[in-house]
């Protein structure tokens, strides 16, 4: 597991065992979300609040080709 950022007390997670399609982990305030980085989209959440989960999501969308990166770095092109 390799934090690739961090935001607003959340920490965005790659899992160096994990797959495609290429994806992030957001932990914080004790929830957890999935979402995709091509196109960036929710997969899955437990215990964030909408206003929190569009704040992620826009953080995402803002952050995605570092994101993308930090995914292809930890898993290859």
């Known amino acids: ?18 797959h495609d399609p290429p994806h992030v982990h957001v932990f914080g305030q004790g929830a957890e979300a999935k979402l995709s980085l091509d196109p960036v989209a929710l997969i ?8 929190d989960l ?13 994101l993308l990166e930090k995914w292809n770095e ?3 092109d």
């Not at 597991?1 to 994990?18: I, K, L, P, Q, S």
Request: with cysteine.
């Open 1 to 18: 597991m390799a934090t690739v950022h961090r935001a607003f007390g959340c920490r965005f997670v790659v899992f160096t065992n994990d």
């Open 44 to 51: 899955s959440s437990a215990g964030f609040k909408k206003p």
């Open 54 to 66: 569009k704040r992620i999501l826009k953080e995402v969308q803002d952050q995605r080709v570092i």
């Open 74 to 76: 930890i898993h290859g």
